[in-house]
């Protein structure tokens, strides 16, 4: 297999658990060709996080710009055939891509692939959950278990830098919308890290729930 794969590693105040996240990247059976982390203007040292790994890791900075901004700056430096999506503090199993992979080459319809994901508590060894069966396991598509043929992208085009959309539920809509076909490698592809900072936990982002629902009613009805 010849395709190229690069992953995509937004970061923002990411000191404590970016390293875990790059070392899962390398830790993979098949390997990816390029890591890319995009520090979104953070105030601690993702930056320097990212280049203790020396050229394991493409470094793109930018000033504080919010996760569309950081996603498209990843696509725009990505040079692989097929990305990968991680966050920066989350970590791959790792026979991620090559499950990924292998699944890509069975069903070339497919354009989106993505797995299970297994939630654990800052602090606690996702690993041994897996291996005792007592983590908790969920099945719905999210954006870190996602690798796309680069072809997606061309196709749905870039995330909003809307900041009062959830990029990547607007994205995934658009997916949708265009009827690009996705697909489940049926086995835990990602540890999910629960922590005090996680986006989804803050109030005012839950809020974006409900403008970025109404944008992609809107633009259904007016398709």
Request: charged share 25%; net charge negative.
């Amino acid at each position: 297999m010849t395709e190229t794969i690069s992953v995509v590693i937004p970061a923002y105040n990411a000191e404590p658990f970016l390293a875990e996240a790059i070392e899962s990247c390398l830790a993979q059976t098949r390997q990816p060709n390029q890591i890319i982390v995009i520090d979104d203007g953070s105030t601690d040292r993702t930056a320097e996080v990212a280049r203790s790994f020396a050229d394991s890791v493409t470094l793109v900075p930018l000033e504080r710009s919010g996760a569309g901004v950081a996603r498209n700056a990843g696509l725009a430096a990505a040079t692989g055939d097929y990305i990968a999506m991680l966050d920066a503090d989350d970590r791959m199993v790792p026979n991620r891509l090559r499950l990924q992979m292998e699944l890509f080459e069975a069903r070339p319809e497919v354009g989106i692939v993505f797995g299970h994901q297994l939630i654990f508590q800052d602090g606690e060894d996702p690993v041994e959950h897996h291996e005792k069966g007592t983590g908790r396991v969920l099945t719905p598509c999210v954006t870190g278990t996602v690798t796309c043929r680069r072809s997606v992208f061309d196709d749905v085009g870039p995330f909003s830098i809307d900041p009062d959309t959830i990029e990547v539920l607007d994205w995934f809509a658009r997916a949708d919308d265009q009827g690009i076909l996705k697909a489940s490698v049926e086995e835990v592809v990602l540890y999910r890290r629960r922590h005090a900072n996680n986006w989804s936990t803050q109030n005012q982002n839950r809020l974006k729930y409900v403008h970025m629902l109404k944008t992609v009613l809107d633009r259904r009805r007016a398709l």
